[in-house]
């Protein structure tokens, strides 16, 4: 067995150095395969009224040693890293380590309040389950879990800050300046933690053990902690997946916010093409998540113990609790019409007389700052972000079809992209090819196939052992042909359908690109687009805001009371999706 083992942690260990060194190599040569002079670059973030001239562009270049070519420059990054040297900042002169450990400082504490919220929610959803007994609180923990961070960050802006005006909007001066944004990054991942133990739960307390307990007196509080004791290690995976997404959602949250966090220190960074602040960034992001990963592994298998450990307890298949069907087809019925409707007007059309006007019946949800009609932008804006969600869908379908077959040499890239939340990504793609949606879409494909790929590899396990595939071989029935008659279309529809749950997560990660101004550029009618430009006039023009955001919402809602009706086949658990594509 520990032979075995050996196997299949060497290609997954090569694989994982690999595509760790790929990241890294691909940060430090960012400059030149943005095909961008970076010493243009860098003279305009230093000074913006300086003349971009021949001169000024050659001092550039020698200050920050350019001349000597991308690989020296890659080569002394990494050999002061090995001396714990992080480099200068090219637009600051400052030295970059103590602007990454400041940012990371205020990110972890961030972090921190954000899960203790995220615990707390999730303990709430659980207990009423604890408490009955029975019955799942799944379906009510899955609303918040669907929702973006920079969207809850938005309404929490509008209602905590703005309209009630009890908690400061931007800075991070005390504790209470923690409050909003924490609630923004910690709800989502407390409905995802809330969701995985309520669904989890109702099946393990219909196991004979709970039976024979109660049958013996023992009492209820032993019983839940045993159940929980029982839930808790298959889904610690999922846990640190939660905590990892955290960094990624802290971009958008700390952006909103104004919180000088480490993920807002690498989204400036990019856009200045400040290299060596960059990969210091990065860099950290990265390590926080595989730390996080690795915490999570290890969490797991003190829960196990000893006898377990290898055995893996697998979790019974959940029980996910159907809404009335009336639901999803209300929401349907609700964001079609709305689509519909903004179809059906201009997009483009400026009326500056009309700026910031609020809802009429000739614009019946107002018009933004530049006088355009907020529902003919939120209708054409449907396609661009649902219909690149498809295409981004259909790609992780395939490469997860594809590397689910070699699940020992994907394992190792597996870690790293689970390890990388889109944001950060989306930040590399952007910093490479310019922001735009084919450099969003890339961001989360690259990101999004490992689930799929786990489920496939699962599912082909399954199939091959099974008896009918025996009985193929022995008829002497060629491997071609068990693979493309047999193999492939068992493990194809299962995670087509998988695939097909994760469309309005992966939207969901599109406008959060967008948001951040990573994903489609202005004047596109994208919806995280839409709600970036409403963040500069927020407090005069809120429907501005509210409408992206309900459409956005309500794409969540509809995915969440529509997915236990589209489940045609049991996820493996711990391979449900990462946090950040939910």
């Given at each position: 067995?520990?032979?075995?083992?050996?196997?299949?942690?060497?290609?997954?260990?090569?694989?994982?150095?690999?595509?760790?060194?790929?990241?890294?190599?691909?940060?430090?040569?960012?400059?030149?395969?943005?095909?961008?002079?970076?010493?243009?670059?860098?003279?305009?973030?230093?000074?913006?009224?300086?003349?971009?001239?021949?001169?000024?562009?050659?001092?550039?270049?020698?200050?920050?040693?350019?001349?000597?070519?991308?690989?020296?420059?890659?080569?002394?990054?990494?050999?002061?890293?090995?001396?714990?040297?992080?480099?200068?900042?090219?637009?600051?002169?400052?030295?970059?380590?103590?602007?990454?450990?400041?940012?990371?400082?205020?990110?972890?504490?961030?972090?921190?309040?954000?899960?203790?919220?995220?615990?707390?929610?999730?303990?709430?959803?659980?207990?009423?389950?604890?408490?009955?007994?029975?019955?799942?609180?799944?379906?009510?923990?899955?609303?918040?879990?669907?929702?973006?961070?920079?969207?809850?960050?938005?309404?929490?802006?509008?209602?905590?800050?703005?309209?009630?005006?009890?908690?400061?909007?931007?800075?991070?001066?005390?504790?209470?300046?923690?409050?909003?944004?924490?609630?923004?990054?910690?709800?989502?991942?407390?409905?995802?933690?809330?969701?995985?133990?309520?669904?989890?739960?109702?099946?393990?307390?219909?196991?004979?053990?709970?039976?024979?307990?109660?049958?013996?007196?023992?009492?209820?509080?032993?019983?839940?902690?045993?159940?929980?004791?029982?839930?808790?290690?298959?889904?610690?995976?999922?846990?640190?997946?939660?905590?990892?997404?955290?960094?990624?959602?802290?971009?958008?949250?700390?952006?909103?916010?104004?919180?000088?966090?480490?993920?807002?220190?690498?989204?400036?960074?990019?856009?200045?093409?400040?290299?060596?602040?960059?990969?210091?960034?990065?860099?950290?992001?990265?390590?926080?998540?595989?730390?996080?990963?690795a915490l999570a592994a290890l969490l797991r298998r003190r829960l196990l113990g000893p006898a377990l450990r290898d055995a893996?307890?697998?979790?019974?298949?959940?029980?996910?609790?159907?809404?009335?069907?009336?639901?999803?087809?209300?929401?349907?019925?609700?964001?079609?019409?709305?689509?519909?409707?903004?179809?059906?007007?201009?997009?483009?059309?400026?009326?500056?007389?009309?700026?910031?006007?609020?809802?009429?019946?000739?614009?019946?949800?107002?018009?933004?700052?530049?006088?355009?009609?907020v529902l003919a932008r939120l209708g054409h804006g449907a396609a661009p972000t649902v219909g690149t969600a498809a295409a981004?869908?259909?790609?992780?379908?395939?490469?997860?079809?594809?590397?689910?077959?070699?699940?020992?040499?994907?394992?190792?890239?597996?870690d790293i992209a689970n390890a990388l939340p889109p944001v950060i990504v989306g930040i590399l793609v952007a910093a490479a090819?310019?922001?735009?949606?084919?450099?969003?879409?890339?961001?989360?494909?690259?990101?999004?196939?490992?689930?799929?790929?786990?489920?496939?590899?699962?599912?082909?396990?399954?199939?091959?052992?099974?008896?009918?595939?025996?009985?193929?071989?022995?008829?002497?029935?060629?491997?071609?042909?068990?693979?493309?008659?047999?193999?492939?279309?068992?493990?194809?529809?299962?995670?087509?359908?998988?695939?097909?749950?994760?469309?309005?997560?992966?939207?969901?990660?599109?406008?959060?690109?967008?948001?951040?101004?990573?994903?489609?550029?202005?004047?596109?009618?994208?919806?995280?687009?839409?709600?970036?430009?409403?963040?500069?006039?927020?407090?005069?023009?809120?429907?501005?805001?509210?409408?992206?955001?309900?459409?956005?919402?309500?794409?969540?809602?509809?995915?969440?009371?529509?997915?236990?009706?589209?489940?045609?086949?049991?996820?493996?658990?711990?391979?449900?999706?990462?946090?950040?594509?939910?």
């Open positions: 067995m520990r032979r075995a083992a050996g196997r299949s942690a060497g290609p997954a260990g090569a694989t994982r150095l690999v595509c760790l060194a790929a990241v890294v190599a691909a940060v430090g040569l960012l400059p030149w395969l943005s095909g961008r002079d970076p010493a243009l670059t860098v003279l305009r973030a230093r000074s913006a009224e300086q003349e971009p001239t021949r001169e000024a562009l050659d001092a550039v270049r020698r200050d920050l040693g350019l001349d000597a070519g991308p690989l020296a420059l890659l080569g002394d990054w990494a050999g002061g890293l090995l001396r714990g040297d992080l480099g200068t900042s090219w637009v600051s002169g400052t030295e970059v380590l103590p602007a990454v450990t400041a940012g990371l400082q205020v990110s972890l504490g961030l972090m921190g309040a954000a899960l203790a919220v995220a615990l707390l929610l999730a303990a709430a959803l659980a207990a009423p389950v604890l408490v009955r007994g029975r019955g799942s609180a799944g379906g009510l923990a899955a609303v918040p879990a669907a929702l973006p961070e920079f969207l809850l960050a938005t309404v929490a802006l509008l209602v905590g800050g703005v309209w009630l005006g009890a908690l400061p909007t931007s800075g991070w001066q005390g504790p209470r300046y923690m409050i909003l944004p924490a609630l923004a990054l910690g709800v989502p991942a407390g409905g995802l933690l809330g969701r995985l133990v309520a669904d989890a739960l109702p099946a393990v307390l219909d196991e004979r053990w709970v039976e024979l307990w109660r049958g013996a007196g023992v009492g209820r509080a032993r019983i839940a902690a045993a159940a929980l004791r029982r839930v808790l290690p298959p889904l610690v995976p999922q846990f640190g997946m939660a905590a990892v997404g955290l960094t990624g959602g802290a971009v958008a949250v700390e952006t909103v916010f104004a919180v000088p966090g480490i993920g807002r220190t690498a989204l400036g960074a990019a856009k200045s093409q400040d290299l060596p602040l960059l990969q210091g960034a990065v860099l950290a992001l990265l390590l926080l998540g595989l730390l996080t990963g893996g307890l697998a979790l019974p298949p959940a029980r996910p609790v159907r809404v009335h069907p009336a639901v999803p087809l209300a929401l349907f019925t609700v964001l079609a019409a709305a689509i519909g409707w903004g179809l059906l007007r201009d997009p483009y059309a400026v009326h500056t007389t009309a700026r910031l006007a609020a809802p009429s019946w000739a614009h019946p949800l107002g018009t933004d700052g530049l006088g355009r009609d981004v869908g259909l790609l992780s379908l395939v490469a997860g079809l594809a590397l689910g077959f070699l699940p020992r040499v994907a394992a190792g890239a597996a090819a310019g922001p735009g949606t084919g450099g969003a879409a890339l961001a989360v494909a690259l990101i999004s196939w490992p689930p799929l790929a786990a489920h496939a590899a699962a599912l082909t396990q399954e199939v091959r052992a099974s008896a009918f595939l025996t009985a193929q071989r022995a008829i002497g029935a060629s491997p071609w042909w068990i693979l493309t008659r047999h193999v492939l279309p068992s493990v194809a529809a299962p995670v087509a359908r998988h695939a097909l749950l994760r469309l309005p997560g992966i939207a969901l990660a599109l406008a959060s690109l967008g948001f951040l101004g990573l994903g489609a550029q202005p004047p596109a009618p994208e919806w995280g687009l839409l709600l970036d430009e409403s963040r500069a006039y927020v407090e005069r023009a809120p429907w501005a805001a509210l409408a992206p955001a309900v459409a956005l919402a309500l794409l969540a809602a509809l995915a969440v009371s529509g997915a236990a009706y589209a489940r045609g086949t049991r996820i493996p658990r711990g391979k449900e999706a990462p946090a950040g594509v939910r």
